[in-house]
């Protein structure tokens, strides 16, 4: 058995448990997932810090649609216990414990929702690696041949920023800024267009492009200090 290595994961632990499985673990640079055991078939692990760090700062789109563009059945490790590890989390500042659970969660729906991609969660890293064992054992019976790479090209920071504008606005989400940035090209051309335009794009719908269209279009209204103070509350 096979299994290719992003040179990320070293520290992780789990190449070692591989190893220690009879596993051929084969590093490389891997521009899309952390783990490829055939080839159509990737894995991106996340811890719980990480998957909420990556929904954050719009990591996760770039990740997902990467995926879904390069491998027919791509998969996500959620490794951890979500309570536990956002309660060890020594940054308290930028959210509160309520506000970090939520944004796993959406986190999570992104990924089956929009991009359509399956969940397996996993306790611990022996647990993954079991999992990757698993799987990897079942395709090699199936198949004579182990995982391909592939070329790849890594989007920038400066795509993630620009999903990440276009995935904050009502009802949008990963996949369909990915859809918003292929049809329109730019964020501008994109948050420009028209409620009809917008309709267009395949799975958008007319209430979502209306419903876009109204909060880009509809003027500020001043609030008092204190709901502006809790409006702010809630952009943190």
Do not use: W
């Amino acid at each position: 058995m096979r299994i290719v290595v992003d040179k990320r994961e070293k520290n992780s632990g789990i190449p070692e448990l591989l190893k220690e499985s009879g596993v051929f673990v084969d590093f490389a640079t891997l521009k899309v997932a952390d783990y490829i055991v055939f080839n159509n078939v990737a894995i991106e692990r996340k811890t719980i810090p990480d998957l909420l760090s990556s929904f954050y700062d719009g990591r996760l789109f770039i990740q997902c649609s990467q995926l879904v563009r390069y491998f027919s059945s791509p998969l996500l490790i959620v490794e951890g216990n979500i309570i536990e590890d956002l309660k060890s989390q020594s940054d308290k500042s930028f959210r509160s414990y309520d506000q970090k659970i939520q944004l796993v969660y959406d986190s999570l729906i992104t990924v089956v929702l929009d991009f359509k991609i399956p969940l397996v969660h996993t306790p611990n890293i022996e647990h993954t690696t079991s999992f990757l064992i698993a799987i990897a054992n079942k395709l090699s019976r199936k198949y004579s041949y182990g995982p391909l790479l592939r070329k790849i090209r890594k989007q920038t920071s400066e795509q993630i920023q620009q999903l990440s504008v276009l995935s904050s606005l009502p009802g949008v989400g990963g996949m369909f800024a990915v859809k918003m940035l292929k049809e329109f090209n730019t964020p501008k051309r994109a948050l420009n267009a028209s409620a009809a335009e917008l309709a267009k794009i395949p799975g958008f719908g007319t209430a979502r492009a209306q419903r876009i269209r109204k909060i880009l279009d509809n003027a500020y209204n001043e609030v008092d200090a204190e709901n502006q103070k809790t409006l702010l509350e809630h952009l943190k």
